[in-house]
């Protein structure tokens, strides 16, 4: 064999090596190193307590039944709180992967213990499940109860229509469009049922007020933006002006609605980082939002306004490279 030939061998093998270690170690590893961080955040809008209040910030769970990696990572995360004291706990939705995973954000949620409450905003994989299948318009829901009808179209016209379908994928991740592929749809009353059980308020284009001493703090929801009917001015209504106000919204978007400028603070999910970085290119997709692949997560401040995009702890895809999975103590406090 010639040098050349030596030389092209050894650094297939070696891209190819380097390649499996990467791919282990973004399957095995990176998705359970949660990483819990802390900001303080100030505002100027008077009514926030001296000593300011402590959120803990969690989001995108997308838990499944179940799964010896998805246990060491609910066991990180625990670990990491076990001595935390913290105000409010903060969902910004996508708890649950499929149905089968909400027995385990259940768990998870009631070995919080928030000093004063605990508020929800719902994520598009609350509402539905998704899939592969959805780029061909495939759907079902639980049971037997099967929505799609059979397609009795010739072969090759269904393939033409699946190869259409597959490219106008293939280009919407590439422009960074939002992609939506459900498949089976959620029974949002009954998860909704579940977290009051659990002491966990949902809000869905609705406010309510949180006493914590002597004043009122409001927490406001808006709905998924993919799956649900948002209305943040229905949320924002009968908020007093004088108030301060944290809005939850999963999908970061609610950037763009003017009506958002009345929020103190924002705090949004969905994007998950981009869970894969790469290097030069940045992540690989931002879910579909405004934001770019260099900076899909973290915080953005406009006009004195904060939002905080998290990272999240869980994966639409199992598998996460440059991106660790992260929860988030806020210490929001008057400006002094």
């Not at 508020?119 to 639980?142: L, Q, R």
């Not at 401040?301 to 490279?321: A, H």
Request: glycine share 10%.
């Amino acid at each position: 064999m010639s040098k050349a030939r030596r030389w092209l061998a050894g650094s297939a093998t070696v891209a190819l090596g380097g390649g499996l270690l990467a791919l282990a170690y973004a399957r095995g590893h990176e998705p359970q190193a949660v990483r819990l961080d802390r900001y303080t955040v100030e505002s100027d809008r008077p009514g926030l307590p001296a000593a300011g209040l402590t959120i803990l910030h969690l989001s995108d769970f997308h838990f499944r039944a179940g799964g010896a990696l998805q246990a060491r990572k609910i066991a990180r995360l625990l670990d990491l709180l076990r001595d935390e004291r913290y105000d409010v706990v903060a969902l910004t939705g996508d708890l649950i992967h499929d149905w089968a995973g909400l027995p385990v954000a259940l768990d998870l949620i009631r070995c919080l213990c928030p000093a004063h409450g605990a508020f929800f905003c719902p994520g598009n994989h609350d509402y539905a499940e998704y899939s592969v299948w959805g780029v061909f318009g495939h759907t079902w829901h639980d049971g037997d109860d099967v929505t799609a009808q059979r397609d009795t179209r010739p072969l090759l016209a269904r393939g033409l229509d699946a190869v259409q379908r597959i490219g106008d994928f293939v280009l919407k991740v590439a422009r960074n469009d939002l992609v939506r592929l459900p498949v089976a749809f959620n029974d949002m009353a009954a998860l909704q049922t579940a977290l009051a059980d659990c002491g966990v308020e949902t809000l869905i284009n609705a406010a309510a007020p949180l006493r914590v001493g002597e004043t009122d703090i409001w927490f406001a929801g808006v709905d998924d933006l993919l799956e649900g009917q948002p209305d943040l001015p229905a949320a924002l209504q009968g908020v007093p002006a004088d108030t301060p106000l944290l809005l939850l919204a999963h999908n970061p978007d609610v950037w763009l609605d003017p009506a958002v400028r009345r929020a103190d603070l924002i705090l949004s999910g969905h994007t998950h980082g981009g869970q894969i970085r790469l290097p030069v290119l940045g992540v690989a997709h931002t879910q579909g939002t405004h934001l770019t692949r260099q900076q899909p997560a973290g915080w953005f401040t406009r006009d004195g306004q904060r939002m905080f995009v998290i990272r999240g702890l869980g994966e639409s895809i199992p598998l996460r490279f440059g991106v660790h999975p992260q929860a988030a103590l806020i210490r929001w406090l008057p400006r002094r």
